[in-house]
């Protein structure tokens, strides 16, 4: 009965797209409203009763926030931490993994437990000791300092991302190339690299991503002017404005915007390399 | 899938890929760029003196303050180039930045302290001995007697206390109009119960409440005046403590104690709701509330404009309700105190930086810009005092409140003991426990905090 | 066989094994230690007076702390369940044969990269008393106004609601990987048996990605264990450590009150509550072969 299984796919069909087009807005409700609210004038984001729609819309708001020197200035600052964690996470997460994947040794399993095992101390409570360990290096109020301990975050899961990664390569692509003389360098740079592109594309992700919302760490470990986070700067700067919830969503909104470009543009690595990596604990 | 397959998918770089990794090199070198930058900012800029800070929001007060004490500093000394670098951070922040610098030992040369912490603070030994540089100083006896010693822990000065604030009932006059409340009921607990049950009728098609009833952090501040109203007293000297001899007791479950917090009781009874989150008087000045009992600061939160004129709008009773009529108001008088760390490298130009802060001449444009009333009798008093009053509302009211005021004790265990009312606060306001339970279970818990 | 040197593989993990001893497992043994001292604001700077467990049994006894772990077991059952029965049903519909696929994954996983911080806030902000949406939509179609923020009764579901919010689009991610991964035949043999979608569903599909549903839950649930912005900001815990979970009991030890020891302790007994996860986690792994 061809017709009637076309009628229960064409239900079926929409039922799923009415079930997703409900989750999707209850999940953009809240962000659509602080994306208004960013539009309103400061009088009527606090009206009674409250309008979705701005009655009269402005960029005041969004003025406001990006002459702030102090947001602006920890914007950069963000992108660079970010960034800068993010490169060098993936790169010591990508040898780590690659020694885990690829050879037999004695202590191999120990490790990928205390790894793991490290992942679940609890971050807050070794700030106090973070913060003396960095004051005494002479690290506190630094980009990089706060690019070294971010890692903290984020090691545990790429390692063990990045190595189920490289173990669904097979090992005979490497050793036929080392057999026709590539050094092992090359293999790296030739086979490997590409090969892992939407392992490594995933892990970045990740460590940006961990990187730009982290936000205890950098309010008690870095927060000079010239070291602030967004994160910490958008904190301060609500505690300081209260109530004034037009320059909050404002400020969100701008908090947004390179994090979705972000995952817009790495979106199809992004899902490939969650596939391949197929995740065996 | 196939090896050879896997190869060819991943092997040919997109050209998205290409732009991210072009993207991505300029980011490195931007990295590598500041981190010079940061790295050699001193040596390309020289010698400097710099002078760190870390102060209490709302930031616009220490702009002021900061500016024109560095002018000053920097004319005292010609031959020096100094700098002030000041973080200005939320309340809770200040605590937490100021305990991790400490035990960091990082050097910080000039702190604002509520006057709560000074205890704790001057125990844990943060804080810089002030007591020999006040008295070459001198200025000590130009303080206001009660200010003076919110300074003091164990008899050495620590702080200096810098401005003050005491809490009134405010209220707006039309919106009393409107619902037909005479202003002066709100003095008494009856009236001010009634009042709020009229206001709230009246008012809440407007989404605007009647008076406002603080539920957060610091709701015992709000209850001390009731406490102290009735004779009642927060903590009292007691013999006998296993350690010390004679040492503080909790004496706030007295019944004066719980009259008091059965004030609080009958408003939550009466279809008040308290309020977790506090805005500090921006939640009035926006009218969601028809009547506030509020600190002095909340004529910050109107515009500068509009203060000459608030008195038409705004009105003000220098009072907390009372039980009775014979009965005398109280107000709480809380405040900042300012510093020296005692990780500070440079603790002479810090104390003179601290010296500047609070000369009459820097510090009374910054209270008169913010309505925060003096601690010290050169402001309070004569020709400053004047000013103030030709532009804050309702000064010489606020300022009358003072010598009835009471502040809370410094002692390094009051923020625990506070914590222990707070919640005593909470589990009557939300029907937990009644409020003699509550207070005695909170004293129990103090005096083990006090070590007894 | 591949050749190498006995030390070669331990010179890949250098790098992240000093950064993880240096930034972590180091100031974690520190943190031991204070935990076994008398530490605090006003003691910090003295000499740190050796009470063995003295702060574990403070903790332990603290009625506070026991309101803390039931809110924590409230908060982490709740939110990990939402998340994940949430997750597994959108990553299963996404995973259907539908339009713009790509698309709806990116939307759909906004909410996880918008920061504990601004999840927050933007939930205070629709939830708030007197201006929130939320209460005025309610009002509007004649139901009371909830106390989402101030009633202890209450509180601790605003914050489940902002944490599954916020954490849910991780596991749609993390399951629609799995999903991706199943090999699509094996619906292709199942139809010719005549299994209905369903069916298929819980017996193909379901055991196919169980390592994935394994490795998310554990990942969920620590995190939603040690996790504290969103309380923190949106209501600091209160009323009466309504909305206080263990973690952020545990930070307000510390920075509140400057109890460092007992914040340490809570931590530790915190982290072992972690390590029971993983275990269990480890076991079920095991079980599976």
Known sequence: MPVSTNRIDK??????????????????????????????????????????????????????????????????????????????????????????????????????????????????????????????????????????????????????????????????????????????????????????????????????????????????????????????????????????????????????????????????????????????? | MHITAIFKKAGAPTRLMKLTASLLAVMVSLVFVSLYFENNFEIVFGQQITLTAIVAEPKERWDILFDKALEKLKANHPDMDIKIDYRVLPYDATRTQILTSMSGKTPIDLISVDQIWLGEFAEGGFLTDLTNKTKDWGRANEWYPTNWEGGKYENKTYGIWSWTDVRAIWYWKDLLKEAGVDPQNLTSWKGYIESAKTLNNALKDMGIQGVHLVGAAHSPDMWYPYLWMLGGEILKQKEGHPEKGTYWFPAFNSTEGVKALDFLKQQVDAGISPQPNHFWGQEFADKKFAVMLEGSWLLGTFPKEQWGTLDQNIGMLPVFPTPSSDVNSTTMMGGWLLSIPQTSPNKDLAWELLTIMVDPQILTPMLQQEGYLPTQKPIGEGAYAAQLNSTIPYYSELVSMIPNAHSRPNIPEYPQIAENIKQAIDEVYYKIKEPKQALDDAAKKSAEVLGW | MMTFSKTEPYLYLVPALSILFLFLLFPFFWNVYISLHQVSITSILKEWRFSGTDNFVQVLNDPNFHTSVKVSAIFVGSSVTFQFLIGLLISSLLNQNIRGKQLLIAVVMIPWITSGLIAAFSFKFIFDNSFGIINYFFNSIGLHSIPWLSDPNTVIWSIVIANVWYGTPFTILFLTAGLLSVNPSIYESAKIDGASKLKSFFYLTLPLIKPFILLDVVLITIWSINFFEIPLIMTGGNPLFASTPASLYMYRQAFEFGLLSKGSAAGILLLMINIMVAIIYIVALKKRG
């Open chain 1, 11 to 281: 239900i079926e069909k929409s039922i799923i797209y009415i079930v997703l087009f409900v989750f999707i807005g209850l999940t953009m409700f809240p962000l659509i409203w602080v994306f208004t609210t960013s539009l309103k004038p400061n009088d009527e984001s606090m009206s009674f009763p409250p309008k979705l729609i701005p009655e009269k819309v402005t960029l005041e708001n969004y003025f406001f926030v990006m002459t702030n020197s102090t947001i602006v200035k920890s914007l950069y600052n963000s992108l660079i931490v970010s960034v800068g964690s993010m490169i060098l996470n993936v790169s010591i997460c990508a040898l780590a993994g690659y020694g885990l994947a690829r050879f037999e040794f004695r202590a191999k399993s120990i490790l990928l437990y205390v790894i793991l095992a490290l992942f679940t101390i609890p971050i807050i409570v070794n700030i106090i000791p973070l913060y003396s360990i960095l004051a005494n290096l002479n690290m506190l109020n630094s980009l990089l300092s706060l690019i070294l301990t971010f890692q903290i975050l984020i090691i545990p899961l790429n390692v063990v991302l990045l190595k189920n990664y490289f173990e669904t390569i097979p090992k005979e692509v490497e050793e036929s190339a080392l057999i026709d003389g590539c050094s092992k360098f090359g293999v790296l740079r030739r086979i490997i690299i590409p090969l892992s592109l939407p392992g490594l594309a995933v892990a970045a992700i990740f460590s940006f991503i961990f990187s730009w919302n982290e936000f205890v760490l950098p309010i008690v470990l870095a927060n000079s002017p010239d070291s602030t986070l967004f994160q910490v700067a958008l904190y301060q700067f609500i505690s300081i404005y209260r109530i004034e919830w037009g320059y909050l969503s404002a400020g969100i909104v701008v908090a947004l915007v390179p994090v979705i470009i972000l995952i817009i543009a790495f979106q199809r690595q992004m899902i490939k390399g969650f596939t391949l990596g197929s995740l065996r604990g």
